[in-house]
């Protein structure tokens, strides 16, 4: 299995999330989940809010919450631009769970001025994360 790795980068608008050599990766694309492994045909792909699940080299899985972006995969390279992309043991649930019930009461008080489709997509994301942060 150990000659059965490619790269996989995980980069957002601030920093680079993950680096490293991984087995398999999973990621919600835009009409349904895919997985990328070894030798997989060259893709470009949008993601949605969602799951990213990677197995390393070793073995080891790891779970990150993402609310959209691109993937690349090329050559034994992948390369995931997300907007935002957290790892599960990094997920602040106290902060998920106050963007939850700030977005349930925008989209309670709906007005003239509000943008619906922004509370809609914070209250999709907060409950992604949350979702993600308790299968730890």
Same mark, same amino acid.
Do not use: C, W
């Given at each position: 299995?150990?000659?059965?790795?490619?790269?996989?980068?995980?980069?957002? =608008?601030?920093?680079?999330?993950?680096?490293?050599?991984?087995?398999?990766?999973?990621? =919600?694309? @835009?009409?349904?989940?895919?997985?990328?492994? !070894?030798?997989?045909? =060259?893709?470009?792909?949008?993601?949605?809010?969602?799951?990213?699940?990677?197995?390393?080299?070793?073995?080891?899985?790891?779970?990150?919450?993402?609310?959209?972006? !691109?993937?690349?995969?090329?050559?034994?390279?992948?390369?995931?631009?997300?907007?935002?992309?957290?790892?599960?043991?990094? @997920?602040?649930?106290?902060?998920?769970?106050?963007?939850?019930?700030?977005?349930?009461?925008?989209?309670?008080?709906?007005?003239?001025?509000?943008?619906?489709?922004?509370?809609?997509?914070?209250?999709?994301?907060?409950?992604?994360?949350?979702?993600?942060?308790?299968?730890?």
């Amino acid at each position: 299995m150990a000659d059965k790795k490619f790269q996989l980068d995980i980069v957002t =608008p601030t920093n680079t999330i993950y680096s490293g050599e991984v087995l398999s990766f999973t990621a =919600p694309g @835009i009409v349904g989940n895919f997985q990328v492994l !070894f030798n997989h045909a =060259p893709l470009l792909s949008a993601i949605g809010v969602g799951e990213v699940k990677i197995t390393e080299a070793d073995g080891k899985q790891q779970r990150f919450a993402t609310s959209g972006g !691109f993937v690349e995969v090329k050559s034994n390279t992948v390369i995931l631009l997300a907007e935002s992309a957290e790892n599960e043991a990094e @997920i602040n649930i106290e902060r998920a769970e106050k963007s939850k019930i700030r977005a349930m009461e925008r989209l309670g008080k709906k007005t003239n001025e509000m943008d619906v489709d922004r509370a809609q997509v914070a209250l999709l994301r907060s409950m992604n994360r949350l979702k993600i942060a308790s299968k730890k």
